[in-house]
């Protein structure tokens, strides 16, 4: 009887572990699924890469070159925003409101705009200001991996990997999110996928599976 009664009660213990875990943030360490950093500039991928179909790599364009995707350069954004100082709703609502005051229309800039602005040396009508230097904006970057693994981005996108793979619908965010927890077991299974674009022989699933693709 007092066998059973313990049996039981770690039993119920193990249940109340289960529950525990499965309704907490619990994680392993370096698992940073769903981390999303406010950013210094508040840039909504919604509207750049899916309102405006943007392609990713025109802002990253790293990606396709080398290991690191890149952050773009604020010299990037200034190629649209040399031009483009804030949302057509917010012109327009300005060309209403100075109809109905009887002036003219005033030039507008929006307040993240205008931090990219600051950050080249720009004034707030977008032109340069004479011995003001620019300086790079300090994002915070999202996806992180350990020190000891070597990811490059060029194999995949090579490859044929989307970036939707790895980072999700990025299209539909406002705000960058880690959506998948980058486990070695996550990337494992995508290895162990069929590709199109691969030559599937034997030895080429041999170098997908083989630990020193990614730790040497």
């Known amino acids: 009887m007092q066998k059973q009664l313990k ?9 109340g572990l289960i529950i525990v875990f499965s309704n907490s943030t619990y994680r392993m360490p370096g698992n940073q699924q769903n981390y999303e ?23 990253h364009y790293g990606a396709s ?9 604020t010299s990037v954004c200034m190629n ?6 804030a949302t057509k709703e917010a012109f327009q ?48 970057k999202v996806h992180n ?3 000891f693994v070597f990811f490059s981005h060029k194999p ?25 927890d980058l486990s070695m077991g996550w990337c494992l299974d995508c290895h162990r996928k069929d590709h199109e674009s691969l030559d599937n022989a034997p030895e080429r699933t041999q170098l997908l599976l083989d630990c020193a693709t990614c730790h040497y």
């Not at 950093?37 to 802002?59: N, V």
């Not at 080398?66 to 350069?73: D, E, L, N, Q, V």
């Not at 649209?80 to 100082?85: D, G, L, R």
């Not at 490859?159 to 998948?180: L, N, W, Y």
């Open 156 to 180: 995949h996108i090579t490859a044929g990997v989307d970036c939707t793979d790895c980072h999700g619908d990025v299209s539909s965010m406002e705000r960058i999110k880690q959506t998948e």
């Open 7 to 15: 049996l039981v009660t770690l039993l119920i213990f193990v249940v």
């Open 65 to 73: 070159q080398s290991r690191h995707a890149g952050i773009p350069a």
């Open 93 to 140: 609502l300005e060309e209403k409101e100075s109809v109905f005051e009887g002036r003219e229309t005033e030039s507008i800039t929006s307040v993240e705009i205008s931090k990219i602005y600051e950050a080249m040396g720009y004034d707030s009508q977008g032109e340069p200001i004479e011995g003001k230097e620019g300086k790079s904006v300090e994002w915070v």
């Open 37 to 59: 950093p406010i950013q210094p500039i508040d840039f909504s991928h919604r509207l750049h890469a899916g309102e405006m179909d943007i392609p990713c790599q025109y802002c």
């Open 145 to 147: 991996i350990p020190d």
């Open 80 to 85: 649209c925003h040399k031009y483009v100082s």
